[in-house]
């Protein structure tokens, strides 16, 4: 059983930032890319960000620079730390993890998301 956990959201101004932080627990043999995705009421998920086990990243068109992605391998932990944020950025935002975990004795590679967690922007 893999869980992922994300935490950091909440209520900021336009302009403010936030840190969220994704860590994944459970019977884990290897994480392999992990990402942000956001939905905001009304809308698809949409993709924010992603960043592989080597520390490659890639960003959404709409991030121009204002979020970082980054990863503690040793901790199976995402963050992504949000700065110049815009009402436009209210949303739940949910982590996804590319894991091997082993079932059944067996290596078995999945994706697997978080249950989210609320940003709101508004003054």
């Known amino acids: 059983q893999v869980h992922l956990v994300e935490s950091g959201g909440g209520l900021v101004q336009p302009g403010g930032s936030l840190r969220l932080s994704c860590a994944a627990s459970g019977n884990i043999v290897a994480v392999g890319l992990m990402g942000w995705y956001r939905q905001a009421p009304g809308k698809q998920r949409e993709f924010v960000a992603s960043?592989?086990?080597?520390?490659?990243?890639n960003y959404a068109d709409f991030v121009n620079g204002r979020f970082t992605i980054s990863r503690d391998n040793g901790e199976n932990t995402i963050f992504l730390q949000m700065n110049g944020l815009k009402p436009e950025d209210t949303a739940d935002y949910y982590c996804?993890?590319?894991?091997?975990?082993?079932?059944?004795?067996?290596?078995?590679?999945?994706?697997?998301w978080g249950q989210g967690t609320q940003v709101t922007v508004s003054s």
């Open positions: 996804k993890g590319d894991i091997i975990t082993v079932v059944g004795g067996h290596e078995w590679g999945d994706y697997y």
């Open positions: 960043i592989t086990s080597t520390g490659m990243t």
